[in-house]
């Protein structure tokens, strides 16, 4: 369960997305943030990532303040479980897709064998075997996000963060990552999606919507 | 006020940054003393965990920085032999002032005293509550004062050296003192230091921590009193040359510097190891290793030195 209790984010220059914020979500459940460009979508996923440290308030995950934790606990804690995939897909790109995949779990002891093994998995699952040894800058935008959300499976997270999963993608390619979504929704994980894509917003309906605006 | 050469200069610009940061330092912590609440959301409490974190940050790298500056103090003072006279190396500009042996001690305390801080602070980033915090901020006031304290020192000795006033040599300098350590004689000196290094094996082997801290900390002392007293005449190959500092020059490849560092980092990972286990309450076996790999790799180099010279010569000095 993912509990925000009154939480503030101001950043350098006073600017103040979010201020004395609350909110709860179940495990399990399927999260939409929906809201104009600016109005606190990204900080709040970024909070509930422990990417960035709010100015008061409590973050709390499974009994976990995430909020406080030094930055390598922090890290590990994402590591562990957390799947983020971002607006602009952050893939490295002198690598290839499988690579990409593997980046996550590079740090935990696992033998190469078994990471890349895991990766095909979920680029398999994702119909993405066939570009695995293709570099990323050669994918298309499509590509690119599905190999995006491989990495954010790859450590099998709890949880799923999605900031603005369908802005680069056409009406195809985002009904496809729809379907992935209530996949994902079905195998019971949390998933917090920020977007102000009403069409996404409609194919999952079983989805909690929350409306934020400026200063929430 | 004038230092002499470019390297006090240097040395003496370099603290009065490092105090700078020191005192930001001060002034942040006594803030953590009085308000730290790990348990609290409050903004005041975000900003002093922000506030902590640039504490480490200055006083970590102005720590980190000690060494280097220590290294370049003794390289100094070994320079300003060449301008002082009757000083052949550093003992004599260490010696040319009443405050030079008290600034030389209070560097030596306080690269321990700064090491320690370090640890601490390393322990406290491991935990995910922080809990060695508010302990780490409770020393910045001693570290300021120990840091203000050789700043003082530094200046009374650089600024109270006179050119033209002669010095001792080190050679007069360490016959003509009726110190006791002079008073044990080379070879007693080398087999207390022997059995020192062997008590230090034992309780490496039998993971008895506090004694292994007692001895390396024996060590510190006995090792030095050796190299003055036996394994440095068979450097220089001279029985009644004693003196800690010629080791330093380039005449006898430098090999002080590898004496010291050795010495440094194995007494270091002792004191790192006593400190872990003080503090957190678990022994780390790694730190312990280190240390032990650095004091033995000490003694080999301390025995190398008479052992090559009997080979060669088949006679000890």
Known sequence: ?216 | MSFLIPEVYILFLSDIILLVFISISLFISAGIIRNWDFASSADRQYRLEKRSALVSVLIKYSLALKIPLFILFIYAEDKLADVLPGAMCAAGSVNATPYGKLLLYMKIFNIYFFSVWLVINRLDMKTEDLRYTRLKHMLIPFVFVCFAAELTLFVLNFAGIDPAVPVSCCTALFTSESSVFLSIGGRNSFIIFSINYVLLSLFFIFRRHTLYFITNFIYFFTSIISLILFTGTYVYELPTHLCPFCLLQGGYWYVGYLFYTLLFLGTFFGVSAFITKLVSGKSSEYIQRQSFIFNSLYFILSVYYPLSYFLSHRTWL
């Open chain 1, 1 to 216: 369960m993912i509990v925000m209790d009154s939480v503030t984010k101001t950043y350098t220059g006073g600017v103040s997305p979010i201020s004395g914020f609350s909110l709860e979500i179940r495990e399990g459940e399927t999260v939409i943030l929906s809201g104009e460009s600016g109005s606190g979508k990204s900080t709040l996923l970024s909070l509930m990532a422990a990417l960035i440290r709010p100015t008061s308030g409590d973050i709390t995950i499974d009994g976990k303040k995430i909020a406080k934790l030094p930055e390598d606990f922090a890290a590990l804690y994402r590591r562990e479980n957390i799947g983020i995939i971002f607006q602009s897909y952050h893939l490295l790109p002198h690598l290839t897709a499988v690579e990409n995949i593997c980046v996550p779990l590079l740090p935990t002891g696992l033998s190469m064998k078994d990471i890349t093994a895991k990766a095909m998995n979920i680029l398999s699952s994702l119909n993405m075997a066939d570009k695995a040894n293709v570099n990323v800058s050669k994918l298309s935008g499509g590509e690119q996000q599905r190999t995006a959300i491989a990495r954010a499976l790859i450590n099998n997270p709890k949880i799923i963060l999605a900031d603005e999963p369908t802005a680069n993608l056409d009406r195809k390619l985002t009904d496809s990552l729809t379907d992935t979504f209530r996949r994902m929704s079905d195998e019971g994980r949390t998933l917090v999606i920020a977007t102000h894509d009403s069409a996404l917003t409609e194919a999952l309906p079983h989805a909690r919507i929350i409306s934020i605006g400026h200063g929430i």
